[in-house]
């Protein structure tokens, strides 16, 4: 679940916004490790690869690659932030990987040798990269004649409520416009069709897509409106300026909103829908 909608510089200067992630990363990632699963899978991804994982957060799909490569492959994250980057440096000394690096870097402007990897893999930070074209080209750039590029953006607002529901029903219990939900949000690629067809434009071939369900569970109600409003840094800010009883009772209308997800133990179950877009050098 990405749901960064500052900008790239604000986030990786942002160590609260970093900590929110990197508390909340077991029930995002028990969620979210089908879909890297599957990226690794449509990428072919396999013992002796060399991949690279731009906007990897605190480190997927590139853990996930890394078990793929073996001991004579390689692995390197790129992300802007680097309060995530240290959890992910962190996670793969637990976990005693040694192929696999992370390093400060700007999508648009990657910082690789030309054709050096077999597969390019991003997981929800396409749709933060503004013009698309720039970076699709320098994934296109980076990759080994007949290399795979592998990404994954959010479909529209109404299929992901994991995201979208907390946004929502905070403003419009303060009576405020409606959380914009195009260019530059989890939402701005949700027009899957044109995202192939960008793809394409940047020089790719056989261009595919699919959509993946993304299940995400909250012991509670109240579990998932204390997620989203750690994690809800631009919203938090936007609303700053209530009294802070109004702000309460706002997240607490996201509890009650919750309620249409959970089964009768009161178990949150939130199914959301990402696409994922594959193509070939």
């Not at 909340?24 to 490790?33: G, Y």
């Not at 529901?165 to 914009?180: C, E």
């Not at 409106?225 to 607490?252: D, K, T």
Request: proline share 6%.
């Amino acid at each position: 679940m990405n749901d960064r909608t500052a900008t790239p510089s604000a986030v990786s200067s942002d160590p609260k916004r970093a900590a929110a992630w990197k508390k909340w990363f077991p029930v995002i990632q028990r969620a979210a490790q089908v879909l890297s699963d599957r990226m690794v899978e449509l990428a072919a991804v396999g013992p002796g690869d060399r991949v690279l994982d731009v906007a990897t957060g605190l480190g997927e799909p590139a853990v996930t690659a890394a078990r793929k490569v073996g001991p004579g492959g390689h692995v390197e994250g790129v992300d802007l932030s680097a309060g995530m980057l240290d959890f992910a440096r962190e996670r793969v000394r637990e976990l005693g990987l040694g192929n696999i690096v992370f390093g400060e870097g700007d999508a648009a402007a990657l910082d690789v040798p030309a054709k050096s990897f077999d597969s390019v893999l991003c997981r929800w930070g396409l749709m933060f990269m503004g013009d698309v074209a720039v970076p699709l080209r320098g994934f296109h750039a980076a990759l080994k004649p007949g290399g795979r590029l592998v990404a994954a953006v959010w479909g529209p607002a109404d299929n992901a409520p994991a995201l979208s529901l907390s946004g929502r029903v905070v403003l419009a219990h303060l009576d405020m416009p409606p959380p914009d939900e195009g260019a530059g949000t989890p939402f701005g690629l949700a027009d899957v069709d044109d995202l192939m067809a960008r793809v394409e434009a940047a020089g790719f071939s056989d261009v595919r897509g699919e959509w993946v369900p993304i299940h995400f569970v909250f012991q509670s109600c109240d579990e998932y409106a204390r997620m989203r409003r750690e994690r809800s840094v631009p919203l938090a800010a936007r609303i700053a300026h209530f009294p802070s009883n109004r702000r309460e009772a706002a997240w607490r209308a996201v509890a009650r909103a919750a309620q249409a997800y959970a089964d009768a133990d009161g178990v949150v179950r939130m199914e959301n829908g990402a696409f994922c877009v594959s193509a070939r050098r």
